[in-house]
């Protein structure tokens, strides 16, 4: 099969970007691309098939089952990075495969670094992509399994927790649908039921000064933001249009 080949199979396949995909594809040595190429074929997001997301120029590990990291979530990292300082701690809630807390710690030197997912699976990436930093990877629900020594310490708290409501899944595109889990989108009838709790444990883990820093949409960020003032956060919404990316940062008085 010829590069050009591949590229004929995955436009087929309906892969807009058949040209790009076919390129890392071709990374892969054979016989083992033909099988990734099958998948792929079949409707398999192109970074579960590869094993690997790209993110903020890092190549971070994702497996099926696991909420692929989006480019537009790099956004919330470099707003952390914004507000980081060096030898600080940072917690990322919700973390997936960690790829924001591996982003802002491969930026800001001597982070110590937590991060927690419910979904064994995804802290199981988490783990592969935060061992080049160091950082610790908890199971459980939100901030329930964090080192109680953090409390009071923590500078940044980062989240891209679920935030679709509920009635809008089944306009996601079909590859988030079938391949990814439910409990990694689904954010309650309005779309902001986790992201309430978030804010609402934030504060006491904060240090003075800290920040607590939230991934939404355009049109629920003033939701978000409000729910961050009700936990007493100071927050301010900002936006990154080219990425179509929306942040609300709160900061503790
Ligand atoms: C939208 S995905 C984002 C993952 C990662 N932050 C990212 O941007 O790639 C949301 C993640 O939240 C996790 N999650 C959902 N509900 C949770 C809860 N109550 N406690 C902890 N993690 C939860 C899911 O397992 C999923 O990994």
Redesign the pocket.
């Known amino acids: 099969m010829t590069d050009a080949d591949l590229v004929v199979r995955l436009r087929a396949a309906g892969c807009v970007w058949a040209e790009d995909e076919a390129r890392l594809l071709l990374e892969v040595p054979e016989p083992e691309r033909e099988t990734l190429v099958m998948r792929r074929i079949a409707g398999e997001p192109l970074e579960h098939v590869l094993g690997w997301a790209e993110?903020l120029g890092h190549r971070v590990a994702v497996v099926p089952g696991?909420?692929?990291?989006?480019r537009r979530?790099e956004f919330?990292a470099e707003c952390a990075v914004a507000v980081a300082s060096p030898g600080g701690i940072l917690v990322?809630?919700?973390?997936?495969?960690?790829?924001?807390a591996l982003a802002v710690a491969s930026r800001v030197e001597g982070l110590e670094v937590h991060a927690?997912?419910?979904?064994p699976v995804?802290a199981g990436c988490a783990r592969r992509n935060l061992a080049a930093v160091g950082g610790h990877v908890h199971v459980?629900?939100?901030d329930?399994p964090l080192p109680r020594d953090l409390a009071g310490r923590v500078d940044v708290i980062?989240?891209?927790?679920?935030?679709v409501p509920t009635g809008e899944l089944e306009l996601l595109p079909h590859e988030a649908r079938d391949h990814?889990?439910r409990?990694?989108?689904d954010g309650g009838p309005d779309g902001l039921d986790?992201q309430r709790?978030i804010a609402s444990v934030a504060p006491a883990w904060l240090a003075p000064g800290g920040s607590l820093l939230i991934?939404t949409s355009e049109a629920q960020a003033s939701g978000t933001a409000a729910a961050m003032a009700t936990a007493g956060l100071d927050p301010r919404i900002r936006r990154d249009r080219s990425r179509s990316a929306t942040v609300v940062v709160g900061t503790t008085a």
């Open positions: 993110f696991v909420f692929v990291p989006r979530t919330l990322e809630l919700c973390c997936g495969t960690a790829a924001v927690a997912d419910t979904d995804a459980g629900d939100l329930a980062v989240a891209n927790a679920p935030y990814e889990p409990a990694a989108l986790i709790r991934e």
